[in-house]
């Protein structure tokens, strides 16, 4: 069942990350708005690896879970710009 919601929220991910690629074309304001939201997310993703022993506490996992979410949240990422550079 774990899995099941794992790959729903892959799924929504890539999905977000192509919404947010989409409404990054419409007008350069918005691509713009859209970069900086994508290095936030960057900066918080270098982070995390970077923390991971402190935020596995803080977030009462374990810390193969915690770089498990973080690759899958790159895997996200990069299919979901790779839907919105090949469109």
Same mark, same amino acid.
């Given at each position: =069942?774990?899995? =099941?919601? +794992? *790959?729903?929220?892959?799924? &929504?991910?890539?999905?977000?990350? #192509?919404?947010?690629? $989409?409404? *990054? #074309? !419409?007008?350069?304001? &918005?691509?713009?708005?859209? +970069?900086?939201?994508?290095?936030?997310?960057?900066? &918080? $993703? @270098? !982070? /995390? $690896?970077?923390?991971?022993? /402190?935020? #596995?506490?803080? +977030?009462?996992? /374990?810390? &193969?879970?915690?770089?498990? !979410?973080?690759?899958? @949240? +790159? *895997?996200?990422?990069?299919? @979901?710009?790779?839907?919105?550079?090949?469109?």
């Amino acid at each position: =069942m774990r899995a =099941m919601y +794992l *790959a729903n929220y892959f799924v &929504a991910g890539c999905i977000a990350c #192509s919404l947010l690629g $989409w409404v *990054a #074309s !419409l007008h350069l304001i &918005a691509f713009r708005a859209v +970069l900086c939201l994508l290095a936030v997310i960057a900066i &918080a $993703w @270098g !982070l /995390s $690896w970077l923390l991971d022993f /402190s935020l #596995s506490k803080l +977030l009462k996992i /374990s810390v &193969a879970d915690l770089q498990a !979410l973080l690759i899958g @949240g +790159l *895997a996200m990422l990069l299919i @979901g710009l790779g839907v919105f550079l090949c469109t």
